[in-house]
Each structure stands twice: as C-alpha cells, then as structure tokens.
T-cell receptor, first 113, second 116 residues
C-alpha cells in the first residue's frame, strides 16, 4: 500500500460548482497536511496547510483533516476557470529528520466556463 | 528576488551522455530538494540537502548524484543518461530552523529532459 493515495482524476466541473479533492494515507505519524496547486508547465505552489485534525478555511478553499480515518480533503467553493490545475496533497511528520514531504500523485481539475 | 531558478529549461540528451542540472535560490533557505515528476507517478524525491554540507538520498536516487555547492546552489548530475530518466525535474527549497517546519517548499519552474 502506498503511503499516500490520491485519485488522479481527471475531474471536470462547470464553473460555480463545489469541488471535493481527497487523499488517504497510511502513516499515522503524519501530522502536517498540505495542498499544493500546480498549473500546467509550472512548479507546484503551496495552497494551504493544516496541522493535525480539523478544518482550515481560506477564501473559497477549505482543507479538512480526519486523522481517525486517515483522510484529508480540499473543498473549492464557487469554482472558477482559473482553478483549473493539478492539485497535490502532501504530508509529513513532526520531529526527527522531518525534512521530506510525501506527495500524492495529484488530481487534474478542469473548471469549464 | 528571483526565488528558485533552474537551468536549463529544456534539454535533449542521447543515451550515455552526461549533464548537470543547476538550481539556485536567493531565499536564504537551508534545505534544498530535487524531484522528478512523471505522468501517473507524481513527485518523487531524488536527493535532498537538509543544510549546507549535507546531502541524502531520497526515494529514487539511482543514476543521479548531487552537490550542495554552497547555501544557494544545489546541482543534480546525470553521469550516463538513460531513456528512463526522461522526466520533468524540479528543484525546491524550504526554510528550516527557528521553530519553522519544512512544510512550505518553494519550487522552481522545472527542467524538461528528454533522453533518446
């Protein structure tokens, strides 16, 4: 079993839709959870991060972590064509030599005008 | 500030040729990373340098070597390129120390490498 599983999609939605992106993981030591956004032919950029369980909201974006289920989600409200990108989840543990992130494979999202 | 820069942007090599991918950052970050990204495989860590003077293997180090030249620069070398090394290569940096975590990595624009 891979440490992080992410449905690669592709996911195609109409403008204004609510989008739900998800990852599951197997390593219970993970405590920091991130979502990166990657536009076509660009490097990834950090969108949101969450520590441990709970929700975090930033504008139209909400990140949720359920550590009991080892499941994280990113919700995008009122999706826009400019949200079209690949979304990668990433996670890491705290303490020790936590220099590395473990990434999901990414979900390709297209928002159609 | 340029952030994280990578050279070259594109490269085509023949099997067996060697080359060095360059990465430089002006963010004064301690940690630097090299990833490759392939369709269906996501981002995979090749090598990383937690701080100047140290380097460690990541998930897929075979066929690569790295040099942390100074705090700003981290290079990736392919000694004898193989078609399996056709990929997009990303360099990333992260601030470490002072209580910060490494969750925020800043990525360069990538190098698209084709090995024929």
């Amino acid at each position: 079993q891979k440490e992080v599983e992410q449905d690669p999609g592709p996911l195609s939605v109409p403008e204004g839709a609510i989008v739900s992106l998800n990852c599951t993981y197997s390593n219970s030591a993970f405590q920091y959870f991130m979502w990166y956004r990657q536009y076509s032919r660009k490097g990834p950029e950090l969108l949101m991060y969450t520590y441990s369980s709970g929700n975090k909201e930033d504008g139209r974006f909400t990140a949720q972590v359920d550590k009991s289920s080892k499941y994280i989600s990113l919700f995008i409200r009122d999706s826009q064509p400019s949200d079209s990108a690949t979304y990668l989840c990433a996670m890491t543990s705290s303490g020790g030599s936590n220099y590395k992130l473990t990434f999901g494979k990414g979900t390709l999202l297209t928002v159609n005008p | 500030n340029a952030g994280v820069t990578q050279t070259p942007k594109f490269q085509v090599l023949k099997t067996g040729q060697s080359m060095t991918l360059q990465c430089a950052q002006d963010m004064n970050h301690n940690s630097m990373y090299w990833y490759r990204q392939d369709p269906g495989m996501g981002l995979r860590l090749i090598y990383y340098s937690a701080s100047e003077g140290t380097t460690d293997k990541g998930e897929v180090p075979n066929g690569y070597n790295v040099s942390r030249l100074n705090k700003r620069e981290f290079s990736l070398r392919l000694e004898s390129a193989a078609p399996s090394q056709t990929s997009v290569y990303f360099c990333a940096t992260a601030l470490r120390g002072g209580g910060t975590m490494i969750y925020e990595q800043y990525f360069g624009p990538g190098t698209r490498l084709t090995v024929t």
